[in-house]
Every structure is written in structure tokens, then in C-alpha cells.
């Protein structure tokens, strides 16, 4: 979706603020609320997609005015209500009304090792490659209200088949429910003035890892 | 354990710690009642994202690289197969590719998307790399996002910046400093700055580290 997250190439947000010995956490909640997060991905409660989309789905306002664990927070208050996990209500009252519904598994102890791996979207490939390492290509104009991982800065841009990097899980189905409908990933390499124009840094090159159904031939 | 403190003091962000902390409470309240999660194994994965999983693991990746070139080549070849090796982690998740810096090119790492970052080797994302002024900046002028970091690189110096959009990771192989020659990886392991791993830093001066 073309969404406030989307932020490649837009002005106007300042200065980046690096903090000097940043801790790792800078509240409890913000701990508890990331591991809450993966821990209900873990569980088999939504795919990572769906997450992403979950935080897309967020009203631009509210997007910016949330720090990035606040934004965690009302992603899964929201998932877990929208996928009937627990009751608005329930949230509200802070404590369990009903019986919870099936998960695949819980997420308990015996679980935490395997939550500390990233999960492998690796498979299979039911066709062969359409692109070559060197290849000439055409990112796709596209426009989803979904969720896509094509940046909207690298759309209807000529870059070159970097690398083929195997054939993943599709993330523009994988979050709306439509399946894992693998597909084959590249990083695709861009000249800064071919996405910025004649005035972009002409030593800089951009690339993106880029699913095959977002390419067409250049 | 994270202490509560508050970062920043305006009053809007206090007032977003305390809506933020009852919020979560209740939802770690009825999420453990409902039997999806037990908290004691939230405590032991927050516990290893503070003390176990963190940028001394990728320092360790970056000074065996510096010491050891048929390391360095496997690296480069297949960083997740040549991290497994090291014995680090317990086991790397796919796709963590190495890019190397040399002279004549530095590259430098995003996610304009979200917040991909290689966490296993370099533990949580910092909240800059999350932050909007990051996002929007790195891809269209990394030499000013640079700049922010009190960095200026040649002129001529070819920059790449890697926008992480899928589950492909990234890892900075910074140049190693001259005047180490010698060093063991320990005392190099030292070097290794987080942010020279993602791009927005060099590794520390070797004479301010003796």
C-alpha cells in the first residue's frame, strides 16, 4: 500500500538523531511488547507479512506520532482483536473473560531457542528464473492497497539482475491470507540518477531485493 | 532487565510510557490467561536480546574476516553458512549476505520499509535505524546521512546502499584500520563499531585503542 511507511526519498523528517550507548530497551513495556509481538508470531498466531501490514494498517497520524514500540503496542491490540484471539473488552478489563482460541502451538520455554532463529522463507520454486544475473529489468508501475515490498521509489525504474537470492515465500500474498505463492527474489541494482534524477549523487547506486512478479523485462 | 526511565523527558513521551505500559500489561495479562504465551519465556527471550544477542557477535564475524582470508571468502561466498561456523549463535536464519567496503566503495545498509535488520548478528536495531530521518534519507542522500554521523568519505568514493526489503539480511565487512597489523582478533574484535557494521561508521582508530 502506498502508505506512510513508505519513506525512501522523502524530505522533510530532519536530522538523524544517533544516542550515544543506547540501551537495548529503553522502558520495560518496550521489552515486553516486542517479545509479546514475536512470541504471538512464534505461536502461529499471523505470518510476518501479516504483522507488516498489521503496522501499515496504522493511520498515517498515528504512525508518526508513535515511537516504534508504541506502534508494536496498537498493532497487536489490534491483530489479536481482529483475529479473535481476545475481545476488546477483554483488553480493556485486563484480564481473560472467555476461553482462548486454538493456536498452532503455545509459546512457551521449549520455544524460545527456535524464536531467537529468524524463520527460514526459503522454498521450493515452481519454475525456473526469468531473470538473469546481468539482466536488464523494469520495475513494475504497481499500486496495491495491500501490502507490497516494492518501495515506491523503485517503481517503472530500469536497474540491472544483481543476484538471485532462491525462491522465497511472496510477501504481497503472504499478508493478506492469499498464500505463500513463492517466488523468485534478486536484488536488483539501480544508478541514483536513474531514481532521483540528473542532480542525485553520482557516485551512489541503490539497490533493492526485488520479487520476480515486480519485474518486467528492459 | 530494561529499567523504566524516560528517554527524551518531553511530556508527550512521558505521557505515551504510562498509556503504553498499562497497555501492554493488560495485553500480556490476557494473552498469558488465555494460555497462548508464558511470560517466563518472554523473560528468557528478552534476556537474550539484552545480554546475548548483540553487535559483539558481528565484531567477532568482522575481526575473523580481518585475520583469516579463506574466512573472509567464505563470508563474502555465503555469510550465513560461514557464521554457522563460528559457533557464535546457535543457528543463523537464511540469507545474511556480507558486503564488503574497500577503497573505492562503501556500502551502507536500510530498510525504508520497516526496520530489516541483521539482528541476529548485530542484535535489535538501534531506534535511529527505525527512525523516519533514517528511512527517508539513507537511499536518496547517504552522503548527508552520513554526514549526520560526523562522517565524510572522498568524493569519488562509489557508495551502495542496500535497501533490506525481503528476508535477505546485511552485514557491513568494514576495511580494516591501518596500523594492526599483527593484532589478534580480540584486540580487533574491539575495533568493530555497530554502526560500521551497517555503514554509518568506520571502525575505531586503532592509536585511540592502543
Known amino acids: ?218 | 532487565m530494561a529499567q523504566d526511565h524516560d528517554h527524551g523527558g518531553d511530556e508527550e513521551h512521558g505521557s505515551e510510557l504510562s498509556e503504553m505500559q498499562l497497555r501492554v500489561r493488560a495485553l500480556e495479562t490476557v494473552l498469558a490467561e488465555k494460555g497462548y504465551v508464558d511470560p517466563a519465556a518472554l523473560d528468557v527471550m528478552i534476556e537474550a536480546f539484552e545480554t546475548k544477542i548483540g553487535p559483539h557477535i558481528g565484531a567477532r564475524v568482522v575481526a575473523k574476516a580481518w585475520s583469516d582470508p579463506a574466512f573472509k571468502e567464505a563470508l563474502i561466498a555465503d555469510a550465513t553458512q560461514a557464521v554457522q561456523t563460528l559457533g557464535l549463535i546457535n543457528r543463523v536464519g537464511d540469507h545474511l549476505i556480507a558486503v564488503e567496503n574497500t577503497p573505492t566503495l562503501h556500502n551502507m545498509i536500510v530498510c525504508t520499509l520497516c526496520s530489516c535488520y541483521p539482528w541476529e548478528v548485530l542484535g535489535l536495531p538501534p531506534v535511529w535505524y527505525k527512525s523516519a530521518p533514517y528511512r527517508s534519507r539513507a537511499v536518496s542522500d547517504p552522503r548527508g546521512v552520513l554526514a549526520d554521523f560526523g562522517l565524510t568519505l572522498p568524493g569519488e568514493t562509489q557508495i551502495r546502499v542496500w535497501d533490506s526489503t525481503a528476508e535477505t539480511r546485511f552485514i557491513v565487512l568494514p576495511m580494516r584500520p591501518a596500523g594492526t597489523e599483527g593484532w589478534g582478533e580480540d584486540k580487533l574484535a574491539a575495533l568493530v563499531t555497530r554502526d560500521s557494521m551497517i555503514g554509518t561508521g568506520l571502525p575505531k582508530d586503532p592509536k585511540a585503542v592502543g
Not at chain 1, 51 to 70: M, Q, T
Not at chain 1, 194 to 213: M, Q, R, Y
Open chain 1, 1 to 218: 500500500m502506498d502508505g506512510i511507511h513508505d519513506m525512501g526519498g522523502m524530505h522533510g523528517f530532519g536530522k538523524i538523531e544517533p544516542e550515544a550507548n543506547e540501551p537495548v530497551f529503553h522502558a520495560a513495556w518496550e521489552a515486553r511488547c516486542l517479545a509479546l509481538n514475536r512470541a504471538m508470531g512464534a505461536a502461529g498466531a499471523w505470518t510476518i507479512d501479516e504483522a507488516r501490514f498489521g503496522i501499515e494498517e496504522l493511520p498515517p497520524e498515528v504512525y508518526l506520532s508513535h515511537s516504534y514500540y508504541g506502534k508494536w503496542a496498537l498493532r497487536l491490540e489490534h491483530m489479536v482483536v481482529e483475529r479473535g484471539f481476545a475481545g476488546a473488552d477483554e483488553i480493556a478489563a485486563g484480564h481473560a473473560l472467555r476461553p482462548g482460541k486454538a493456536l498452532r502451538r503455545r509459546f512457551d520455554l521449549a520455544a524460545v531457542p527456535r524464536s531467537l532463529t529468524r524463520g527460514s522463507f526459503g522454498r521450493p520454486a515452481p519454475a525456473p528464473a526469468r531473470f538473469e544475473v546481468g539482466e536488464r529489468v523494469r520495475t513494475r508501475n504497481i499500486h496495491p492497497s495491500t501490502h507490497t515490498r516494492l518501495p515506491r521509489y523503485a517503481r517503472g525504474r530500469v536497474g540491472v539482475i544483481e543476484a538471485l537470492r532462491g525462491c522465497h515465500v511472496f510477501p504481497d500474498t503472504s499478508a493478506i491470507g492469499a498464500g505463500e505463492n513463492p517466488q523468485w527474489l534478486y536484488t536488483v541494482q539501480f544508478e541514483g540518477r536513474e531514481l532521483w534524477g540528473e542532480n542525485a549523487d553520482p557516485t551512489l547506486k541503490v539497490s533493492i531485493e526485488a520479487f520476480e512478479p515486480y519485474l518486467e523485462g528492459a
